[in-house]
């Protein structure tokens, strides 16, 4: 006699891999699945993405994340230990845990009761970005409106990171890129009150509970972009900064568990975060972005009304934007980068340039098949060209994946790049994943 549970585990692991047949454009290996009190967890790989999909109280979705990548966990946090070196980083490791939303805490407790790791090592893996972080690169465009086929907002983004010395962050995250989606199965009370807690798919690295890419089941998008050419942190500073906000990354994703609403989502953004960066929002119908700095609230620019000190300027319903501010007028701003003929080692204006040239080239019919295009457009060495930084160009940082989100179907289009070369499209239908 098969048992309720074995049934309901068997149908719901057929239904998932009929999912897989129609929602990826890759070939997908087989589901690995780790049942917990509160729900059950499944992973499975496209190509060389790794998708993991949760459910339960998020003690419980940080077990199934620790029991499906085992084995990954535990050689990342080696890699890791090798090139960025875990003892000497205990403090800043200890500073940034101070900040965690317990939900955080209770998610990396479950992982390291599955992974051995103990909790401090996977705070040190879930800090693993504020280590390699540059200057950095990233490309954001998202257009609306008149400006798409659809009507409805299609957004697009490259995440660009440093190389680091021999390459030594890129192979660190070499196959390493997940698609991560939480569901959920209780109401915390945290801090800030009662939280919605949403499914949110979140496109990030093996061992980071942050994303980089977010998209939540109420159709919110959230996209980050580091910004330190436009306020370089200034180093004494960062202690009492990080105790008193929390960094971008994780104001966002808590942002898509607790919005229902674009409104709640500025409520959750308006403030100070601990170091500067850009963020998108939008959801099928609106499109902004934020400038946000340690020093003083967010500043919001709505769509195709970027038009700061820089000479250059957003097209109506588009919003592009690399990783530097539109305004100088910032506290303690320090602007090194000011020019085409002055531009970063990431050709921050170069990629700016290129993608509103190419956004312009594709006025009024974008789809997510001309911003595939757009956004994987390779930069060239003489500045042409698009805004994907290629791992053959003479640049300190390398685009490690792209998104492309249609936010009307949920659909997020991902193409990692770095994980053993140029990669395939996959196609991952997030309402088949939000549970």
Known sequence: MVSK???????????????????????????????????????????????????????????????????????????????????????????????????????????????????SKHEFL??????????????????????????????????????????????????????????????????????????????????????????????????????????????????????????????????AFDSDSLDEVHTALTGQASVANMTQVADKNHVWHYERSPYENSRKLPIGTAKGYFYYDNLPDMSIFTNHFFFADWKKQQFIYTSPENDSGSRTFARLINLQRLASGAAGKINVEIMKVVMTTHLLDNGGGGPFIGWELNNPDVTHFTTVTDIANKVMHIYPYVDGGPGQWTAVHLNMEFR
């Open 126 to 255: 879930n800090a693993a970005l504020f280590f390699m972080y540059a200057p950095g690169g990233c490309s954001a465009f998202a257009a609306m409106g008149r400006q798409t086929e659809s009507g409805f907002t299609i957004a697009g983004r490259n995440f660009d990171n440093p190389k680091g010395v021999d390459g030594k962050y890129v192979n660190l995250l070499r196959g390493k890129s997940i698609l991560v989606i939480y569901n959920p199965r209780e109401q915390f009370n945290g801090h800030a009150g009662t939280h919605r807690d949403n499914s949110a798919a979140v496109m990030t690295y093996i061992g980071w509970f942050h994303g980089l890419t977010i998209l939540n089941s109420k159709g919110i998008y959230l996209e980050y972009n580091n910004a330190t050419n436009s306020i370089p942190m200034i180093k004494e500073d960062l202690p009492s900064l990080l105790r008193q906000f929390k960094d971008g990354l994780h104001q966002n994703l808590y942002a």
């Open 5 to 119: 549970k074995t049934l309901i585990i068997f149908l719901i692991v057929l239904s998932l891999l009929i999912i897989m047949g129609c929602g990826s454009d890759t070939s997908t290996s087989a589901i690995s699945f780790y049942s917990t009190a509160t729900g059950t967890g499944y992973l499975r790989k496209a190509d060389t993405l790794w998708i993991l999909n949760l459910e339960g109280n998020y003690t419980d979705m940080g077990r199934q994340y620790g029991a499906l990548l085992k084995d990954e966990l535990i050689s990342m946090f080696h890699q890791m230990d090798n090139a960025i070196g875990y003892e000497k980083n205990r403090d800043y490791v200890n500073l940034i845990g101070s900040t965690m939303d317990e939900r955080e805490r209770q998610f990396l407790t479950g992982m390291s009761i599955e992974s051995g790791l103990e909790f």
